[in-house]
């Protein structure tokens, strides 16, 4: 799938508005100094893999500070950690199983599928590709086209991501990985 953003005069005016009506939030600016910040952390297996379930938990349910998504992240150890979910024989319903225990989420057995679909897709040499494009984006200097040519490859390789998931998980490696709504 490809997408072509058309970004109108209103869309501009009521992102200014959005911006201004949050624009004093610590909860905003803590996601700004995260997401932008000019060196970001090494992106590793357990890196990626943390922020790619947390994009997939965000789809379609409230996630921030007080959420179920929120509290289910910062679960220390992760519930669904890597090293946890490779070792499961049924990957999918071990994480629908999980993610229903810990309640609060909607469509639980289906983002265990895309969970599941995407380690099969990692596990059988998507690492290195992955890894490689998320590296260009982590670099400074990276241009926009980048960005959009990596959301691309996310988009086209994992699922249950698309133009919500695919440029957050492009641009942010942080500590926080959730996305307000």
Known sequence: ????????????????VFFKEHANSPFGW??????LRQRKPPITQTV??????????????RSGPDSAVSRFI???????R?????IQADFAGFCGTTLRAFGGFRRSNVIGQEIAANLGFLQEGGWT?????????RRRGHSPETECQVAAFLAENLKGFGPKQSPQLATKFGPDPIQPR
């Open 48 to 61: 990626f893999w943390d922020r790619m379930v947390g994009c997939l938990l965000t789809t379609q349910q």
């Open 82 to 86: 890597y090293q946890v979910c490779v």
């Open 129 to 137: 590709p992955t890894l490689a494009n998320l590296e260009k984006v």
């Open 30 to 35: 803590k996601r700004i100094s995260t997401n």
């Open 74 to 80: 910062q679960t220390r150890p992760g519930p669904l």
């Open 1 to 16: 799938m490809k997408i072509v953003w058309h970004v109108t005069a209103r869309d501009m005016a009521r992102v200014k």
